[in-house]
């Protein structure tokens, strides 16, 4: 009897894996499908994009389309919107980082009179979307001659992307109990000194995943890009890429496909420098707690 029970209990477990190893498969080709379409769709004629014929496979292979992305004279050239995205994007993460940490350090270490207050003001200004301060943004920016400007836009994005990097780190700093800091000092390591040895490594895995959630957003944002650095010389890159589209002419589908293509790489490559990172500092974590 009991081995039958294990032999049916083990069956019912095979299938379940079974299931769910379809259903993960399942998922996955959904998720990766845009993208595949997107980069076939890149090495394909635009012609033949525009037809009514599907292609899953580019079958009349071309480079063109990455030529017209990289070296088309006749609009906003794709180095200078790069390296504009490279700038803000990487200032956006830094300063929004530095200033989110110490933040949730004092909101989580200390208690003050305000910490309420100011833990609410984080989830009201949350709330509030970017599009409905468009115009106050613009004014304000307008008004320290900051337009068509990195320091400008990063402004803009830090103040965008700092109330959840906030209210996510300060999950994590809640997380690390105070006692260890405590116990460092115990054993003759200053209040600094216990802070930067023993609670700081294990706070590394939240820098690291709110830094990609800060790089994602300041990538890719489209809106207050166009609003606030509408120039072709300061163009970020999403802002760059609606120059494919045209009100009056016929729209290079392939071209943007090519664009959108560069423009995930950077996002790629830094999520997977930044993935193995955030695995050893998980790992470092766990053995120095």
């Known amino acids: 009897m009991d081995t039958t029970a294990r032999r049916t209990g083990a069956g019912k477990k095979r299938a379940t894996t079974v299931v769910l190893s379809i259903l993960a498969v399942i998922v996955f080709l959904f998720s990766v499908f845009p993208v595949y379409w997107m980069i076939n769709t890149s090495f394909q004629p635009n012609n033949q994009v525009r037809a009514r014929v599907l292609h899953f496979w580019p079958d009349n292979f071309t480079l063109r389309n990455y030529g017209t992305v990289l070296f088309d004279q006749n ?4 180095g200078p919107a790069f ?3 490279i700038l803000v994007t990487i200032l956006t993460v830094a300063i929004a ?3 989110a940490f110490l933040a949730a350090l004092a909101v989580t270490r200390f208690r003050f009179k305000s910490r309420k207050a100011f833990i609410i003001a984080i989830l009201i200004v949350q709330m509030i979307p970017g599009e409905a301060m468009i115009v106050s943004i613009f004014r304000v920016l307008d008004g320290w001659s900051l337009l068509n400007s990195i320091g400008g836009l990063t402004i803009v994005y830090v103040a965008t992307v700092l109330p959840f990097t906030i209210w996510t780190l300060r999950g994590f700093v809640n997380g690390v109990p105070a006692e260890l800091e ?3 000092m115990i054993d003759g390591l200053s209040r600094t000194g216990a802070f930067w040895k023993i609670t700081f490594p294990l706070l590394a895995p939240g820098l690291v995943a709110t830094g990609v959630f800060g790089f994602i957003q300041a990538w890719n944002e489209f809106l207050l890009a166009l609003v606030v650095n ?3 010389e300061a163009m970020t890159l ?6 494919f589209q ?9 071209a943007i496909m090519a664009g959108s293509t560069l423009m995930a790489i950077p996002v790629i490559v830094f999520f997977l420098l930044v993935q193995g990172r955030m695995t050893s500092g998980l790992v470092s974590g766990a053995v120095k707690g």
């Not at 609009?75 to 794709?78: H, L």
């Open 238 to 243: 999403p802002v760059w890429l609606r120059t």
């Open 246 to 254: 045209t009100l009056t002419g016929t729209t290079n589908w392939a």
């Open 83 to 85: 390296m504009n995205s």
């Open 182 to 184: 405590e116990a460092g």
């Open 75 to 78: 609009r906003a050239q794709f």
């Open 230 to 232: 509408a120039r072709p």
């Open 97 to 99: 980082l530095v200033f």
